[in-house]
């Protein structure tokens, strides 16, 4: 069929294909990708230590969060995040494409006798075991999204968040790293170079239906420091306002 474009899904997915598979950090085929990426644990990856990221540590000590509470981890790769959640007493699940990733943060989960469901998919597809969580928690997926799946990520939040509850979002912080091109400059060039950067502006007209919280640089950390922290990436905190 060449007149097969019937629903919005259908056109998110024919946008999907306009980039080459190289490209790809998103859809169930970029699994691979990820997974030569997590296969090397020596690598030396800032974000392969076994640390919570240190916003998210200080949004619970100063009661921007509360826990615990019924927590969903996007792109979780080796579990930092989650496992932190968990050990506060939140009912945690994590995502994320690579099954290599998942079964280190399976291993590190037991380590530190954390309970933790761990699910190996893509975020928009993978099936969840509750419909609504009271945090939403991303730390560097958003930015490997094309611009046209931010519908499909916001239609998630719509789904998955609960009324009251709260969005954190870690992404790379343009002037720092990350593609500042435009979006439409992306699609003619087939390509993300990496991931895309974002402004503070940027992320609050994305997240316009929200409260925002906080918005600021993540603080960096020592290599000494319990958290994990690197100045390239912006946090941000939102909440859905309660229903109505």
Known sequence: MHR??????????????????????????AAGWWDTFYADRSAGRPFFVPKPDENLVSYLDRGLLAAPGRALDLGAGPGRNAIHLASL??????????????AW????????????????????????PHSQYDL????????????HRRVSYLALLD??????????????????MGSELPDEELYRNGRLDGGLAY???????LFSDFTEVELRPMEPQPADSPLFGIPVLL?????????G
């Open 4 to 29: 097969d474009i019937r629903t919005t899904e259908d056109v998110l997915r024919l946008l999907d294909r306009l980039f080459p598979p190289e490209a790809d950090r998103w859809t169930d085929e």
């Open 89 to 102: 007493g939140f009912e945690v699940d994590a995502v994320d494409l690579s099954p290599t990733a998942v």
């Open 105 to 128: 943060a399976g291993e590190r989960a037991r380590e530190a006798k954390a309970d933790v469901r761990f699910h190996c998919g893509n975020i928009f597809d993978v099936e969840l």
């Open 136 to 147: 939403v928690y991303d730390s560097g997926c958003l930015h490997h999204l094309p611009p």
């Open 159 to 176: 789904r998955v968040l609960a009324p009251g509850g709260h969005l954190v979002v870690n992404a790379f912080a343009a002037g720092a």
């Open 199 to 205: 402004t503070p502006d940027e992320l609050r007209h």
């Open 235 to 243: 946090t941000a905190l939102f909440r859905r306002p309660a229903a």
